[in-house]
């Protein structure tokens, strides 16, 4: 899967980070400081607190000078069987400064099919 990342040039050089989650919905985050589109998962619990999405290229990382960025997942055969079938909803967010995000993108849902 492949995600090209677009916020405004006024984001240049800043952090971002995506986040998944199993769920939609409108969440109020102490972590993200604001409501955004995912619903409150394990998933997303675990990626807040640091932990990697396996397979996956560019899941944290900075804009470029036109406040853009792309991610990949890499889905290995049987490596993500536990989520065939089902939507993963997606945010990209810029962080410039850890744990103070100053955009979000709308969330984005993904079927996995086999």
Do not use: C
Request: net charge negative; aromatic share 8%; proline share 8%.
């Amino acid at each position: 899967m492949h995600w090209q990342i677009d916020f405004p040039v006024s984001e240049a050089g800043r952090s971002y980070q995506l986040f998944p989650s199993p769920t939609w919905g409108v969440v109020r985050s102490d972590f993200l400081g604001t409501a955004y589109g995912l619903g409150d998962s394990r998933v997303l619990r675990e990626v807040i607190m640091g932990a990697p999405i396996h397979g996956m290229a560019g899941q944290v990382g900075i804009l470029d000078a036109n406040g853009d960025a792309s991610a990949d997942l890499a889905l290995p055969a049987g490596g993500h069987s536990g989520f065939i079938g089902e939507t993963m909803y997606w945010i990209a967010v810029v962080i410039p400064i850890p744990r103070h995000p100053t955009l979000a993108s709308s969330a984005v849902g993904i079927k996995l099919l086999p």
